[in-house]
T-cell receptor, first 111, second 114 residues
């Protein structure tokens, strides 16, 4: 079982819709979670971090964490074609700074 | 504020050779982590340096080694290159103060081993 799992996609949504990206993790010791966006041929760019159960909003992005279900999600409202990229979910375990990444979900936003 | 920088951008090496990749951390960050990202995969943790000491290592053989300098910049060295070492090598810097653990990536070095 992979430590952080994501559906590889592609997830296709129309412009203006809400894109919902999901991630599950296996290590209950995981404390902090991060969403990165990676355009083809580029390095990952940090979008959101979340440490506590519940929702965290930043502009068009909302991260959701449910530690009991070991589930993290990222919602992108009013999706734009420029949001088309691979979204990586990462988990950090207690007392380490090591990030464990999923394989990423490819998002396609079509006009 | 200066972001994370890496050099070189691209590199082509032959199997069996050695390579050194360089990273300068973001201003104010004292911790550097290195990751390997194969095509279609998420980044894999290689190791981390904090205050010039290795502070955690992933499942990579000893031919992957590193250094951190007093100015917090870092090097990744790979000896006896293998074809499977072809990947994007990413450096990330962070400053884990007061429970903040965000890591910020540099642009990466694309290594091709032939």
């Amino acid at each position: 079982q992979k430590e952080v799992e994501q559906n590889s996609g592609p997830l296709s949504v129309p412009e203006g819709a809400i894109a919902s990206l999901n991630c599950t993790y296996s290590d209950r010791g995981s404390q902090s979670f991060f969403w990165y966006r990676q355009y083809s041929g580029k390095s990952p760019e940090l979008i959101m971090s979340i440490y506590s159960n519940g929702d965290k909003e930043d502009g068009r992005f909302t991260a959701q964490l449910n530690k009991a279900s070991q589930y993290v999600s990222l919602l992108i409202r009013d999706s734009q074609p420029s949001d088309s990229a691979t979204y990586l979910c990462a988990a950090r375990t207690l007392n380490t700074d090591k990030l464990i990444f999923g394989t990423g979900t490819r998002l396609q936003v079509f006009p | 504020e200066t972001g994370v920088t890496q050099s070189p951008t691209h590199l082509i090496k032959t199997r069996g050779q050695q390579v050194t990749l360089r990273c300068s951390s973001q201003s104010g960050h004292n911790t550097v982590s290195w990751y390997q990202q194969a095509l279609g995969q998420g980044p894999q943790f290689i190791f981390q340096y904090y205050r010039e000491e290795e502070n955690g290592r992933g499942n990579f053989p000893p031919r992957f080694s590193g250094l951190q300098f007093p100015n917090y910049s870092s090097e990744l060295n790979v000896n006896a290159l293998e074809l499977d070492d072809s990947a994007l090598y990413l450096c990330a810097s962070s400053s884990p103060l007061a429970g903040v653990y965000e890591q910020y990536f540099g642009p990466g070095t694309r290594l091709t081993v032939t």
